[in-house]
């Protein structure tokens, strides 16, 4: 079946610029998370969607990143003035939501890199 | 918030036992989740333990002490392809918080 997908899968952009990262969660799961990992590091956790809302959004670095969720599946996480810090892998996953957040389905990410 | 402590590397030789061992600290606490990550790929999901004891799924086990705010990965029979990064994540509520990982390096 369908996993999650993302794309692009890798992104260069020049400092300054804005780029848009898109998620298509897997049909049915109404959870969505954002995270970031850079380089031999672990997952940072940016946002989270239950259906279109984002309860939480505690995680995001700063008021240069944004994300929207619509129709409760895909997501695009939308990064403004793009910083050489923002240069990173940019994971998505998605769960059923309620009990099954225990267990998260990854896309393959996109590598984003600012020069 | 939430802290993870997990070692950042282990080398073990094929067929032999390795443990991945995770102490935590959070101000609200669901269960231990664990991932597996080979390099340059996605995360994807191994055990999940809600309750203390041991969960058993094939070759990987994985154990939780509540009390002692504990759990550990265990990997047996280590094959060449267990070669990737182990991560340890509280569930606090919907949320994950990701430890930093283990590198897991398995040797011929």
């Known amino acids: 079946g369908a996993g999650v997908s993302q794309s692009p899968s890798n992104k260069v952009t020049e400092k300054g610029k804005d780029v848009e990262l898109r998620c298509d969660p897997i049909s049915g799961h109404t959870a969505l998370y954002w995270y970031r990992q850079s380089l031999g590091q672990g997952l940072e956790f940016l946002i989270y969607?239950?259906?279109?809302?984002?309860?939480?959004k505690s995680g995001l670095p700063s008021d240069r990143f944004s994300a929207e969720r619509t129709g409760g599946s895909v997501s695009t996480l939308t990064i403004q003035r793009t910083q050489q810090e923002d240069s990173a892998v940019y994971l998505c996953a998605s769960s059923t939501g309620l009990a099954g957040n225990h267990e998260q389905y990854f896309g393959p990410g996109t590598r984003l890199t600012v020069t | 918030g939430q802290s993870l402590e997990q070692p950042s590397e282990v080398t073990a030789v094929e067929g032999a036992i390795v443990q991945i061992n995770c102490t935590y600290q959070t101000s609200g606490f669901y269960g231990l989740s664990w991932y597996q990550q080979h390099d340059g790929g996605a995360p994807t999901f191994l055990s999940y333990?809600?309750?203390?004891g041991l969960e058993e799924t094939g070759r990987f086990s994985s154990f939780l002490s509540r009390s002692d705010s504990y759990g550990y990965l265990l990997l047996q029979e280590l094959q060449m392809k267990d070669s990737a990064s182990y991560f340890c994540?509280?569930?606090?509520?919907?949320?994950?918080?990701f430890g930093a990982g283990t590198t897991v390096t398995v040797r011929a």
């Open positions: 333990n809600a309750l203390d």
């Open positions: 969607f239950q259906g279109n809302s984002a309860p939480d």
């Open positions: 994540a509280v569930l606090n509520d919907y949320k994950l918080s």
